[in-house]
């Protein structure tokens, strides 16, 4: 499937995930670097009132999702997949009033496993506000259902 | 010198109630988490909503939702047996997925491992029907400052 196709997929995909939609995320196109999400900063998603710094399980839930996304873009088909675990580090405080990044790359691909590294950052990826690893495992026969 | 710290040592402790401090973050409203107390004994509930789906054909809860709600889980009881006057920083986080988040309310509680002078250890685990039968668990370490 060619690269213009699948940006108009994940964009689709966001728009009907429910809990992506309901955070305001969106698809924010991709690179060689892996795939981008963003979400504008929003006062009900705020973790704490004192610094209006947004909750850090909305960072996680970007994180989560666009490393998904990930796998599918490197699989270039999708296939269901299932998050096995997922393991953050928080570097900082994301900026109050800023849009949120995430970029993600599934950086190894087995037949049953695909293994991401994302960032969540403002500017740029160097300077993260979080990393995230995932393993996701991919759809085998024993997980599809039987007709 | 002794004089003057001694009023300090001497007042007494006003420890913040954990639904208290749930009601002042924006986004545990968002999530629409409540708070069972049975004394010292918390058990954190999420409701079921639609906006908390992230597969809508299975249909599932988003990996991110329950993730967000075992953190909000694990500050929680850390209000319960530590007294803070600011939201404690989530330094790092480990979800294990272990089933999918079925359309139906969620549970959690949390054990604090270990809170130290700087860091606190706290893990949660999630369920639905069964307590015995966990979706999710998570482990994770906060700064924490306990002034």
Known sequence: ?147 | MTQDIAPALTRPIERLNPEDVLKAIPFAGFLGMRLDLAGDELTARLPYAPHLIGNPMIPALHGGVISAFMEMTAMAQLFLSETFHHVPKPIDVSIQYLRSGRPVDTFARAIVNRAGRTVANVEVQAWQEQRSQPIAKLQTHFLISVD
């Not at chain 1, 995909?13 to 504008?40: E, H, Q, W």
């Open chain 1, 1 to 147: 499937m060619d690269q213009a196709a699948f940006s108009d997929m994940f964009g689709t995909i966001i728009d009907n995930t429910p809990y992506m939609k309901a955070i305001g995320a969106v698809y924010d196109g991709r690179s060689d670097d892996g795939l981008t999400m963003r979400l504008p900063w929003r006062e009900d998603l705020v973790g704490d009132p004192e610094t209006r710094v947004i909750a850090s399980g909305v960072v996680t839930a970007l994180l989560d999702n666009g490393s998904g996304m990930a796998v599918w873009d490197r699989l270039n088909e999708f296939k269901p997949i299932a998050t096995l675990d997922l393991r953050i580090d928080y570097m900082r405080a994301a900026e109050p009033d800023r849009d949120l990044l995430v970029t993600a790359k599934c950086y190894k691909l087995t037949r049953s496993i695909g293994f991401v590294r994302a960032f969540a950052y403002e500017d740029t990826p160097d300077d993260p506000v979080a990393a995230a690893q995932a393993a996701f495992i991919i759809a085998s026969p024993s997980l599809t259902p039987k007709g």
